[in-house]
């Protein structure tokens, strides 16, 4: 099945860094990637949308400046949380769509915990 | 924002019972989809249901939705311990974003 790779897995640094998730399908053509935030215990919130070749297209409430989104080709959406601060902690899972139409299952990545500390 | 609640937030059976969650939605949907997350794990999906279908088996998953309700069930059969984990619903809405919304989830504990 479609396989996307998120990394790293972990991230722990100090306030004032930026940090830059990453996010791969591997074996097929991601023409739209998410990016989702979930904080302990609760559900994913839609962060952006992440379409290739174009601006990310930001939910409400996203700050576009703190959440720097890049989709540079069909297999890449890169996140950089940039000036990250401890409310930045949280836990970030990619996903993927791929070229067969709306009615098809979205493919996540395994998550990226990040901490600041 | 989330699309809908899911009921119950938290459920614990014991093995071989069956553990039904249910998610209720806004909007007008393209599909609904189920989807399972262990722990500190991303999402592996389960089942996707399209708005004109009532009914979706998959092994032990038994997927309900009523549009005239804006509702879902997920039914897992003979339950093991590990179906140990959270379980989301999502809906893609009718405009060609391809985002879902997700709802609030059930942790669900299946005690050996």
């Known amino acids: 099945g479609a396989v996307v790779s998120q990394h790293p897995s972990r991230v722990i640094c100090k306030s004032g860094t930026s940090v830059k998730i990453e996010c791969r399908s591997l074996d097929f053509q991601a023409t739209t990637m998410f990016w989702y935030r979930q904080f302990p215990k609760q559900s994913l919130m839609l962060m952006a949308t992440?379409?290739?070749?174009?601006?990310?297209?930001?939910e409400q409430g996203v700050e576009k400046d703190k959440f720097l989104i890049n989709h540079a080709s069909l297999t890449l959406s890169t996140l950089t949380v940039t000036s990250a601060h401890p409310e930045d902690s949280s836990f970030y899972i990619c996903s993927a769509s791929g070229l067969q139409g709306i009615n098809q299952p979205q493919h996540f990545g395994d998550g990226t915990r990040l901490s600041i500390l | 924002s989330q699309q809908g609640e899911e009921d119950p937030q938290a459920l614990s059976i014991q093995e071989g019972e069956n553990a039904t969650m249910n998610c209720s939605y806004k909007?007008?949907?393209?599909?609904l989809q189920w989807y399972r997350q262990n722990s500190g794990r991303g999402l592996v999906h389960l089942i996707l249901i399209r708005s004109n279908e009532r009914e979706k088996h998959s092994g032990r998953l038994r997927v309900t939705l009523d549009t005239s309700k804006k509702s879902s069930s997920l039914l897992i059969t003979a339950s093991r311990a590990a179906d140990t984990a959270s379980y989301f619903c999502a809906t893609a809405g009718m405009d060609s974003s391809y985002k879902l919304i997700f709802g609030s989830g059930t942790r669900l504990l299946v005690r050996p």
């Open positions: 909007t007008s949907i393209n599909n």
């Open positions: 992440s379409n290739e070749g174009s601006k990310a297209t930001y």
